[in-house]
């Protein structure tokens, strides 16, 4: 950050009186510019014994599989968000269910949030974000063209999961540079 989103005028990187951390301050005004992690809410959306997934049409990653997920918005809770993103990216109505898991992802400022959910109907298709929206069954998942790493954790873990009829919640940091 170069600039006061308040006043125009230049910041400086400073820890301000009261504080522990650095932040962007502007001298001129006095506001405090906080940087905080960015929410990623998704689903794992299933129809039977198969999982939804929508191939990426948009970079990071492009042209690769992943769980419906997105930028979480103000004045949205983290299930309506994940119900958005879900329309959004594969035109997919959903019934929310329990909270799955948890991801801290530190290097690049994310937490990643997964709720279970069932699909309404079978009428979905593509958004504007995706090339193509499908289902899978355990044995078709493409797990080699899997767009992140925080997507295939979750996945295998609910499989099992799944297998075992024991789901529950989790929560964990993903390392980046381990694919």
């Known amino acids: 950050m170069k600039f006061c989103s308040n006043c125009g005028t230049l910041v400086e990187l400073r820890v301000p009186e009261g504080d522990t951390l650095p932040r962007h301050v502007c001298a001129a005004c006095g506001v405090i ?11 794992i959306p299933e129809w039977k014994d198969q999982i939804l997934l929508c191939r990426r049409a948009i970079e990071p990653r492009q042209g690769l599989w992943t769980l419906p997920a997105g930028f979480m918005e103000n004045a949205e809770t983290l299930a309506q ?10 035109n997919a109505r959903v019934h929310m269910g329990d909270l799955y898991a ?32 499908r289902l899978f069954t355990e044995m078709e998942i493409p797990w080699e063209t899997l767009a992140f790493r925080v997507i295939r954790e979750p996945l295998k873990r609910y499989f099992d999961e799944r297998r075992q009829g024991q789901l529950g919640f989790h929560i964990g940091t993903i390392e980046m540079g381990k694919t």
Not at 33 to 43: D, E
């Open 33 to 43: 510019h906080y940087q905080n992690p960015k929410i990623v809410v998704g689903c």
């Open 81 to 90: 968000g994940a119900a958005r993103e879900t329309l959004e990216e594969a």
């Open 102 to 133: 948890i991801y801290n992802l530190p290097q690049i400022n994310q937490v990643h949030v997964f709720f279970r959910a069932q699909l309404l109907n079978l009428d979905f298709g593509p958004g504007i974000e995706s090339l193509d929206v």
